[in-house]
């Protein structure tokens, strides 16, 4: 299949004093340098994504970059013999629209070590429902489940629950077996957790941690798009030796507690780097999604599908904290 002349992209300017993003005409040497081409069927928007497109945050390290931090299609030139024409692959993160072009284009150029093929089980708009949230919630599993997490423990709780991020680990661990509960300020939105597997919801307008190091325990294990006081508070009442997975910041970076929860009661505070994750560990993790964490409501949580000229309205109502859910880009 050739690459035609030009095609279109979402392309990001983070120039001093004139940032600007917006869809462009581009050739393919203009992309970033990689061993493989691929016709781009989906990519999705993370809020990561949100922030690089309006730049409201610092997310590019090289400018002009292509946004989208998600993309799968179909291999249409490689140099590399692992791969051949009309193969069905993803990336998610690995530099994508921070320090290389990223997804939000017809056609991509990639690099083959982050490159996964497309696993059983899934299509390639299920991969993008999925894409770096569904990634992020599933590595957040994944590291738990390798510091002794399991399902007899107890309840599992989520934070940011109607994020993408929160839809997913929602879905993801009532897959696993975990029962889930969920945190949200969204009171609209209870009945679609409950519908993803929620067992319980939680107003996060009504939660009351209590002011001493450790509270009576609530949670077996936590997976928090938080951070700050929530993150703070999730410390204090989680059982003995159980997880808490930080992967957000919707709220605050900082983070203000003590080490009584660790000491005291084991409670092991786990990072999920979900950008950088060795690629042996990414294959892994995706082959879970594909099978026996594969979220049951996948076209549930795939609450809105845009094309390139969408973008703008989506990173603005993800940013003002009107979205649920996983918004798909159809490329």
Partial sequence: MAVPNTFSAFRIHADRGNYRSGVEQLKLDELSPGEIVVKVAYSSVNYKDALAGTGKGKILRESPLVGGIDVAGHVVESSDAK??????????????????????????????????????GLTLREAMILGTAGFTAGLSLYRMQQNGQVPSLGPVVVTGAT???????IDILTRAGYEAHAISGKLEHFDDLIALGAKQCISRKDLYWGQRPLETSRWAGAIDNVGGEMLAGLTRVIHPYGNIASCGLAADPALATTVMPFILRGVSLLGIASAGTARDIRD??????????????????????????GLPAVFETMLAGGSFGRTVVRL
């Fill in 83 to 120: 791969f051949k024409e009309g193969d069905a692959v993803l990336v998610t993160g690995c530099g994508l629209s921070e320090t290389r072009d990223g997804g939000y284009t017809q056609y991509a150029r990639l690099e083959s070590k982050w490159t996964i093929p497309l696993p059983n």
């Fill in 163 to 169: 994020g993408g991020v929160g839809s997913l680990a």
């Fill in 284 to 309: 892994a993790v995706w082959q879970h999604l594909a099978s026996d964490w594969k979220p049951a409501h996948l076209d549930r949580i795939a609450t809105r599908e845009v094309g390139l000229d």
